[in-house]
């Protein structure tokens, strides 16, 4: 092996203790994998054990010892996905690749993965392949996205009926344009991961061309098309808004070949495009919305610091540097009622309180962008659309405890928010924003970016910090907290991203004002992502104390094809889920915890009468017996245990005793794991047993699985009356299970049958039934 | 000194203490696996569990390995709380390495016998406590061994399973194990470090340099020596150590006399 591209790497860290990941990041990047000489090779060059390197390798799911194929497919497990029908999917793959996930043919071409939630939940399911992205697959579709890999191209079909999505990162920037005689016109193209995902970098570059063509473009020097973050309402992208001398219009599903009518009619002529409008539904869903983090998003060019600038950024943390104490400035955070948005709801004023107080000349102040909750995508959102509020919260975090150091702990997973975090630290360190003398107030503070490697561990604090240490990603037990004891045993305060992004609001308009927005004890507002079975899937941010029911009707449009609302889970993992009977519950931390659930970092999965609830609990407890590190019996030994019995029950072999021993197992977890993982890891268990022990009971009791999700339970027939015989089922069936002549009723053989349920989707007539 | 309550008796006991050793010093048994006096605490296996409510410690169970003492704290160790949870995590416990014989012992005396776990369970001896990981890695400052995987997968192991290149033979790993999964063979004059089935390493032994019986290894002795003026290396077992140090001792007391 050559070992020059290791030197190369090495050559580029100063120091390789605390860079440890990110240098097997490099390694793996350059190799496509973890090759064991490389390995070798490193432990020689930096005097780390072999075994630590080989331990951190297999721990981390991002890092591979085996080579892989020459296509990666991801196949999304997260839970808006999982709700959809993902495992059907998985499973299609898998039988049509002849591959376990975690396996590479051996041809080489495939190497298949499944990841636990990329945030394209509003896409839901969703597969991704290299670069590529596809949304709203369903069994059928996959096997053609497949075949056409198959076939040699690395190029997907341009007719794929899946929607199919140009990667991440692949966008452009914005080519300045400028407006037409004396009107003001701009362009907005959603460029969140939502917009991305459906097509907007075409969009985008449709507009900037054709209006460049047209001469729109000339007198004012102004932007006029704009590449924005994560506008909220996924469901309907690619969103365009046009806003001609403040006149704004917003158009859905705008494809590349609509562009031109846009600017010939609209643009040009004066006379919008009507049936393309986006119609009351956006107003909606966005009119009863307070966004207060989410404000700049979709509204501001992520990528350029002086678009930020001229909102006021920075402004603020200017202001606490120059004109407030470090104390006024915690007073200040403690009056406006804030509370950490990560999941555990701690007051940030007392945790920087705590951590200004820990004795200690060092600091660190670290930003968890570990976002890990399946079904959840706000902080990728607020760092697409809205960078530099997060180091500006950064900025005034580390004024206010006094850090000189400041990391991103962020998922490698969201290439996106890498990529403009990045930019943007970078834009602020030459402004002098970040480095020595910040601001030019004497404060020396300057921020790290560090990638994750794949563990949902390391989003718990002591994890996170394990992993900045190059170490794998185990909790340690508390105390001691991290404020007095955290990175490097110096004092470390941990903040998330939406709370981060909250700060250089409270300091522009004051305690009061946010003090003033929300409930008695959760004040302010929350960005929820609401997605699962629900018709406006979308980032959602509302004050506390909002209705269930008015951010599922009023925002989210209710349920599709009028299904019945059966629960919303909330709180990911950790979290519970709230049944119709409580729709009504305000939306805060204290009224959450009541009803068994909890506010977690803000996912919001709707659920309707075609969601088995057991098997979302078995669904949530196999994420966490997946995520455990492994470190303390009751969540290692545990988690599994929790799988086994739901297993069973699903198959139809539970009894009443199942039930007594996932309760009690779930209390000794809850009480005696080492850390919120294992802790948590039961609620949603006890929180469907609480609300849904009749789904249960009628596994246990009956064999039946009432919502029909669970394979062994149900039974897929054809109704003869109905069927003509298409013979478009009997095509479809990989099993090739169905029989029947042209023209006349088909039926199903029983035995070979493995209730892939394509035969379900692929009859028009809806002749297959599932009971 | 904070002072603590253990089971209603009051008790005076040093700062900084853990709740474990309060109890410990009391005379009070807790049962640990991950435990080690030598180590710090780890609070891997959870079965040093009991109730504990206090000054800055929310009412409810905790490990009382990780749990440090502070006043007016109130410690319960034989709650029928304790005793459920515990015998959960031994049943857990169980699931796993039901063969292992000190384990099956530990969890007998605190009442448990069977298990209702451990179906579809892979099944070994080793209830992952760290405890060789760790003396090998702080205390030998080899770390020849480590965690590999996670979770489900978790397992002690060498690099990518070989030999291993940096173990010393010291076999400080197979002292601390507390179930028997980490062993020692010496035969034949060759030492044999194993995990159940994965050997660890394999060494010749050096042998006494008077009665020429089979010792320590190399790697071990270049260990030992590391600092002491040479010509010091002398290699004795513990027998031939005795008759020098007796047979010096008489010529001493023959010059005496």
């Known amino acids: 092996m050559a070992t020059d591209p290791i030197d190369g790497i090495l050559s580029r860290y100063v120091e390789v203790t605390g860079n440890l990941i990110s240098l097997l990041h490099e390694v793996q990047s350059h190799f496509g994998y973890l090759p064991k000489d490389a390995l070798y090779y490193l432990a020689k060059r930096t005097g780390i054990p072999i075994t630590r390197l080989y331990s951190i390798a297999t721990f981390y799911h991002f890092f591979s010892l085996k080579p892989k194929g020459r296509h990666e497919i991801h196949a999304c497990t997260g839970t808006a996905c999982h709700v959809k029908g993902a495992s059907r999917i998985l499973d299609e793959v898998k039988r049509k690749l002849g591959i376990e996930a975690g396996e590479t043919t051996l041809d080489m071409q495939f190497t298949l993965n499944e990841v636990r939630c990329v945030g394209a939940c509003s896409f839901a399911p969703v597969v991704v392949v290299g670069d590529r992205t596809y949304g709203e697959v369903s069994s059928r579709k996959i096997s053609e996205i497949l075949k056409k890999y198959q076939a040699g191209s690395d190029e997907p079909l341009a007719e794929t009926t899946a929607k199919e999505l140009p990667a991440p990162g692949s966008a452009r920037k914005t080519i300045a344009a400028e407006a037409l005689g004396s009107r003001s016109i701009n362009v907005r193209v959603c460029m969140g991961l939502g917009g991305v995902a459906a097509g907007g970098a075409a969009v985008l570059k449709a507009f900037q061309e054709l209006m460049a063509e047209k001469g729109l473009h000339g007198t004012f020097g102004k932007k006029c098309v704009d590449l924005v973050g994560c506008m909220g309402f996924c469901a309907k992208d690619v969103i365009v808004e046009v806003r001609i001398d403040g006149v704004l219009t917003a158009y859905q599903f705008v494809k590349p070949n609509m562009v031109s009518r846009i600017v010939d009619e609209h643009i040009v002529g004066g006379v919008p495009v009507k049936e393309w409008l986006s119609g009351p539904e956006y107003e909606q869903f966005h009119s009863k919305q307070n966004k207060v983090v989410l404000g700049a998003c979709g509204t501001i060019d992520p990528e350029d610091i002086d678009a930020y600038c001229a909102i006021g950024g920075y402004e603020s943390a200017n202001r606490a540097i120059s004109s407030m104490t470090p104390e006024k400035v915690i007073e200040e955070i403690k009056a406006s009622g804030l509370k950490g948005r990560g999941g555990a709801g701690f007051p940030t004023g007392l945790k920087w309180e705590l951590c200004r107080r820990a004795p200690g000349d060092r600091k660190f102040l670290i930003c968890n962008a570990d976002e890990g909750d399946p079904g959840a995508f706000m902080d990728r959102a607020v760092i697409e659309g809205d960078p530099h509020a997060v180091i500006e919260g950064m900025i005034i975090g580390a004024y206010a405890i006094s850090a000189s150091k400041g990391y991103v702990y962020i998922r490698a997973e969201y290439p996106l928010a890498v990529q403009r975090l990045r930019r943007a630290i970078a834009q602020a360190r030459e402004r002098g924003y970040l480095g020595t003398n910040v601001l030019g107030h004497g404060l020396d503070f300057d921020i790290h970016l560090k990638l994750g490697a794949g563990a949902f561990v390391c989003g718990e604090e002591t994890a996170l910090i394990a992993s900045l240490e190059d170490q794998i990603g185990e909790p340690k037990p508390k105390p001691p907290f991290p404020v007095n004891k955290g990175l490097w045993g110096l004092p470390t305060c941990i903040n998330n991203v939406e709370t981060l992004a909250t700060i250089p609001k409270i300091v522009k308009n004051g305690a009061a004002w946010f003090d003033a927005i929300g409930t008695g004890k959760s004040k302010g507002t929350k960005i929820f992502s609401l997605v699962g079975k629900i018709n406006r899937t979308g980032l959602v941010e509302v004050p506390m104390g909002v209705a269930l029911r008015e951010i599922i009707y009023e925002i989210g449009g209710g349920i599709p094809k009028n299904k019945k609302f059966k629960a919303v889970q909330t709180g990911g993992p950790s979290g519970g889920c709230i049944p119709a009977m409580h729709i009504d519950v305000p939306v805060d931390y204290e009224n959450l915890t009541a009803v068994g659930s909890i506010m977690g970092s803000g996912g919001m999965v709707v659920m309707d009468e075609d969601t088995c609830m057991v098997d979302v609990a078995k669904y949530f407890v196999s994420f966490c017996m997946d995520e455990s590190c492994g470190q303390c019996t009751p969540c290692r030994e545990g988690t599994r245990e929790l799988y086994r019995l739901l297993n069973e029950i699903t198959a139809g072999k539970g009894t009443l005793g199942h039930l007594t021993a996932l309760e009690e197992l779930s209390v000794v977890m809850r009480d005696m794991s080492l850390c919120a993982l294992g802790k948590t890891a039961p609620n949603p268990v006890l929180s469907t047993l609480r609300y849904f022990r009749d789904e249960y009971e009628a596994h246990i009791h009956r064999q039946k699985c009432p919502a029909g999700v669970c394979k062994s339970l149900i039974k897929f027939t054809i109704d003869p009356e109905i069927c003509t015989g298409c013979t478009a089922c009997a095509r479809q069936c990989p099993q090739k299970a169905i029989h029947g002549e042209k023209k006349k009723a088909h039926n199903i053989d029983q035995a070979a049958c493995i209730k892939c349920g394509i035969c379900f989707d692929t009859c028009k007539f809806g002749g297959v039934t599932k009971a | ?257």
């Open chain 2, 1 to 257: 000194m904070p002072t603590i309550t253990l089971n209603g008796q009051t008790q005076e006991v040093p700062e900084g203490m853990s709740v474990l050793e309060a109890a410990r010093m009391a005379g009070i048994d807790i049962p640990t696996l991950c435990h080690h006096e030598a180590l710090g605490a780890y609070g891997a296996c959870r079965v040093c569990v009991v109730w504990a409510e206090g000054p800055g410690q929310r009412p409810g169970l905790t490990a009382a390995c990780t749990t440090p003492v502070s006043n007016g704290l109130a410690v319960q160790t034989e709650s029928a709380a304790v005793q459920s949870a515990r015998r959960v995590i031994f049943e857990l416990l169980l699931g796993r390495s039901p063969e292992s014989e000190s384990l099956r012992s530990i969890a007998k005396r605190y009442g448990v016998t069977s298990t209702p776990y451990g179906e579809g369970a892979r099944h070994d001896l080793c209830v992952r406590c760290g405890l060789c990981v760790r003396a090998c890695r702080e205390k030998i400052g080899t770390a020849a061994i480590s965690f590999a995987g996670r979770g489900q997968g978790r397992d002690v192991s060498t690099e990518f399973g070989a030999l291993s290149e940096l173990c010393i033979g010291c076999g400080a790993c197979a002292a601390v194990c507390p179930t028997g999964m980490i062993r020692v063979k010496d035969s034949g004059g060759e030492r044999v470090i194993l995990r159940d089935d994965l050997t660890i390493a394999r060494f010749p032994l050096l042998t006494c340099t008077s009665c020429r019986a089979p010792l320590v290894t190399e790697k071990f002795m270049d260990l030992r020596l590391q600092g002491l003026p040479d010509g010091q290396s002398e290699v004795l077992c513990l027998d031939c150590k005795r008759k020098r140090t007796a047979a010096t001792a008489e010529s001493f007391a023959n010059i005496w006399s």
